[in-house]
């Protein structure tokens, strides 16, 4: 995205305490821990909400077909509730509106964990889908790294530009706070190398935000604090 475009970005509140983030399983009457984030440019406008306790909800319209399809992996095999509303400048490419709905959902994963008490905050996962196998690890510190080794063999999957998937979570990475390497260890086609990986990233992240019993609801860092800054 252009850095000179203007951008609106607004958090809603919501009526979870993500400060004191309790150390067990949400209750039947706690809603969850929720990111609500609407982003809007002069390329694009995004509305996305995740709940991080959810159910594998999926509801995702971002007029990049492919990208809704990977989404929907993100909410099933992580087991969260993923909403996102997108339109944008698509008559130009994909590429803004990939980014944006990236960097809006990074933001909102960042609303979500709150303080971060109690979490594992590591998490890694191998994902086979037939001739791909796909390792995803990723730790929730705050501090965005990105180390990324997929071969895609195809520049195209449908419409979708295969470049934008590491931009995607590079994005994400950018402003959820995320160090995440993802290694590609086998695959020849372009559509399970792109979801073995969306599917590994959703268990890993799964695995990284859920509680940890034993941490007694502490910050899992011996500097006491995780922090995007």
Known sequence: MDNNSQSHLSCCSLPQNNGSSSPTSPSPQDPGRIGVVERVTK????????????????????????????????????????????????????????????????????????DRKGINRFGDFSAPLDDALIYV??????????????????????????????????????????????QQLAGKNSHH???????????????ATEYDLRRLGTVPSSKGVLSRT
């Open 43 to 114: 390329e694009t406008n995004v509305w996305v909400k995740i709940n991080l306790d959810g159910n594998g909800v999926a509801n995702s319209t971002t007029s990049i077909p492919f990208l809704d399809h990977m989404l929907d992996q993100l909410a099933s095999h992580g087991l969260f509730d993923v909403h996102v509303k997108a339109t944008g400048d698509i008559h130009i490419d994909d590429h803004h509106t990939n980014e944006d709905v990236a960097l809006a959902l990074g933001t909102a994963l960042l609303q979500a964990l709150g």
């Open 137 to 182: 690890s990723l730790d929730l510190s705050g501090r965005p790294h990105l180390s990324y080794d997929l071969n895609i063999p195809t520049e195209r999957v449908g419409t979708y530009d295969t470049q934008l998937v590491e931009h995607f979570f590079q994005s994400l990475g950018n402003t959820s706070g995320m160090t995440l390497h993802i």
């Open 193 to 207: 190398i792109i979801e073995a990986t969306f599917k590994a990233f959703a268990r890993a992240l799964r695995q």
